[in-house]
C-alpha cells in the first residue's frame, strides 16, 4: 500500500523559506491516476489545502497562497516538493502530503503522511 | 466556493450512536462531501464520500461497517453505530470546487468526537 512521508525544516525563520519534501512508497508517483497534495493544519486545527502537482508537473494552487508557492516533482527519487516564500507565524501549521484521487467529477485525498510541524519565529 | 460549516464537538457513551453533520452553503446542495477522521496525535485518514443521494464509491481502507453516511439538502452526514473508543478523534469534511485554474479544495472546521 501506498504510504507518504513528509521531511524537512521544523523551525523557519520570518521572511525566509518554507521546504519540505514528500516521499512517496509503496507505489509510483507517475500513476496518471493521482495528484500529489500538500494541505497544512492550522494550531487551531483548521485544514487548508495549499495545492497540487501532477506527475508531468501541472501544478493548482490555492488562490490565496499562489503568489508564494512553488511545488515542484521528481519521478527519479518518487518524491514531490513544496517553498513557501516569504513566511509570517500565520504560516505555523502542521503540513501533511497527500496523494489525490481523481475522477471526472471528484477529487479526495487518500492517503495521508503522518505531517510535520513547522514553526515560524524570528 | 462552497463553506461547510461542522458543530465544534460531538460525544457519544461507548456503544452507542452519534451523527456529524456538515452543512453546504447556500447554492452548493448537489455537492459531493468527504468525510476524513483524524485521531489523536495522527494525520487524517479518508472515511468516505457521500453526496445529495447517499454513499458515493467506497469507503477508505480499514473503516468499519458501523461508519455510513446520508445527505439531505444542504446536509452531509456522517453516523457511527456502537462507536468505540478507537473512534475518538477529530472528523473534518471537505469539498471540491471548479476545475483547472480555477481548482479549491476546502474543508469544514471540524467536529470534535468524544466517547463517553
Known amino acids: 500500500q501506498v504510504q507518504l512521508q513528509e521531511s524537512g525544516a521544523g523551525l523557519v525563520k520570518t521572511s525566509e523559506t518554507l521546504s519540505l519534501t514528500c516521499s512517496v512508497s509503496?507505489?509510483?508517483?507517475?500513476?496518471?491516476?493521482?495528484?500529489w497534495s500538500w494541505i497544512r493544519q492550522s494550531p487551531a486545527g483548521g485544514l487548508e489545502w495549499i495545492g497540487y502537482?501532477?506527475?508531468?508537473?501541472?501544478?493548482y494552487y490555492n488562490p490565496s497562497l499562489k503568489t508564494r508557492i512553488t511545488m515542484s516533482i521528481d519521478t527519479s527519487k518518487n518524491q514531490f516538493s513544496l517553498r513557501l516564500t516569504s513566511v509570517t507565524a500565520a504560516d505555523t501549521a502542521v503540513y501533511y502530503c497527500a496523494r489525490c484521487m481523481t475522477t471526472v467529477t471528484d477529487n479526495w485525498f487518500d492517503p495521508w503522511g503522518q505531517g510535520t510541524l513547522v514553526t515560524v519565529s524570528s | 466556493q462552497p463553506v461547510l460549516t461542522q458543530p465544534p464537538s460531538a460525544s457519544a457513551s461507548l456503544g452507542a450512536s452519534v451523527t456529524l453533520t456538515c452543512t453546504l452553503s447556500?447554492?452548493?446542495?448537489?455537492?459531493?462531501v468527504e468525510w476524513y477522521q483524524q485521531r489523536p496525535g495522527e494525520g487524517p485518514r479518508f472515511v468516505m464520500r457521500?453526496?445529495?443521494?447517499?454513499?458515493?464509491?467506497s469507503k477508505g481502507g480499514g473503516i468499519p461497517d458501523r461508519f455510513s453516511v446520508l445527505g439531505s439538502g444542504l446536509n452531509r452526514y456522517l453516523t457511527i453505530k456502537n462507536i468505540q473508543e478507537e473512534d475518538e478523534g477529530d472528523y473534518h469534511c471537505g469539498t471540491d470546487h471548479g476545475s483547472g485554474s480555477t481548482f479549491v479544495y476546502v474543508f469544514g472546521s471540524g467536529t470534535k468526537v468524544t466517547v463517553l
Open positions: 447556500s447554492g452548493y446542495s448537489d455537492y459531493k
Open positions: 509503496g507505489g509510483s508517483i507517475l500513476n496518471g491516476a493521482y495528484y
Open positions: 457521500v453526496g445529495p443521494g447517499g454513499t458515493v464509491g
Open positions: 502537482i501532477y506527475y508531468t508537473g501541472n501544478t
